[in-house]
């Protein structure tokens, strides 16, 4: 199983501009996330999905948008880039929650806003 | 709201001895689960270890044990023999709730001296 996989794993964007990250699932998993690492600090949620149709703001999902019209993929859209918004962004999904199964990671996206 | 909290920022550790690293979390959930995520700089999230909220037994793998204390909210990581690819960012995790996302400690940085 390939798991969980984000593209794509670096870009750069101008100030302004807009890009979807693109993840997708092969484990027929529920429950879809989005994080965000900025350095030094731990993963924060922005949105999350708990089945195909169904998504909600997690703690900081102010400049993003999301869409889940399908189990296996959660895009993570960016309409106007902004450079607070360097970072690096962590896809996850999980079968059920609260759980001892652990979440699936992506590999991460590190996206500069120069 | 849950909180997570990491008070070591950075670690060092000689290599083949035993560090611990510190985790403490805040929560009025009375079911929910614990990780402990390493963090390598190729940047991938793997599971290291996780332990059951309702378990009174420590949770061990190998060379990684944890020491969980419920009554006082800390979930510490103890990691024996430690080996050079030991050395990474160590993310404490807590999971619980409707929502199923993973609150995050700041994280510790983990060196390995050989």
Redesign the interface.
């Known amino acids: 199983n390939a798991g969980v996989t984000q593209t794509p794993k670096f870009r750069i964007l101008k100030i302004g501009q807009s890009m979807t990250l693109q993840c997708t699932q092969d484990m027929n998993h529920n429950?879809m996330?989005w994080?965000r690492q900025d350095p030094?600090?731990?993963?924060?949620?922005i949105y999350?999905s708990?089945g195909a149709g169904i998504t909600?703001k997690?703690e900081v999902p102010n400049g993003y948008n999301v869409s889940r019209s399908t189990t296996e993929d959660f895009p993570l859209r960016l309409e106007l880039a902004a450079p607070s918004q360097t970072s690096?962004y962590?896809c996850?999904s999980?079968y059920?929650?609260?759980?001892?199964q652990?979440?699936h990671?992506g590999?991460?996206t590190?996206l500069s806003i120069l | 709201a849950q909180t997570?909290t990491q008070s070591q920022?950075e670690m060092s550790v000689q290599e083949a001895e035993t560090v611990t690293l510190s985790c403490t979390y805040d929560t009025s959930e009375s079911?929910?689960?614990l990780?402990w995520y390493k963090q390598p700089p190729?940047?991938?999230?793997i599971?290291v270890i996780?332990q059951?909220a309702y378990k009174q037994q420590n949770a061990t793998e190998n060379r990684f044990s944890v020491n969980f204390q419920k009554a006082a909210k800390s979930f510490s990581l103890k990691i024996s023999d430690s080996q050079l690819g030991d050395a990474a960012m160590y993310?404490c995790?807590w999971?619980?709730?409707?929502?199923?996302?993973?609150i995050?400690?700041?994280?510790t940085k983990l060196s390995v001296k050989p």
């Open positions: 429950y996330y994080y030094g600090m731990g993963l924060k949620l999350y708990v909600d997690g690096v962590f996850a999980s059920n929650t609260p759980s001892n652990p979440q990671f590999d991460g590190r | 997570v920022p079911d929910y689960y990780f190729s940047r991938q999230m599971l996780r059951e993310f995790a999971n619980g709730g409707s929502q199923g996302n993973l995050f400690g700041k994280g």
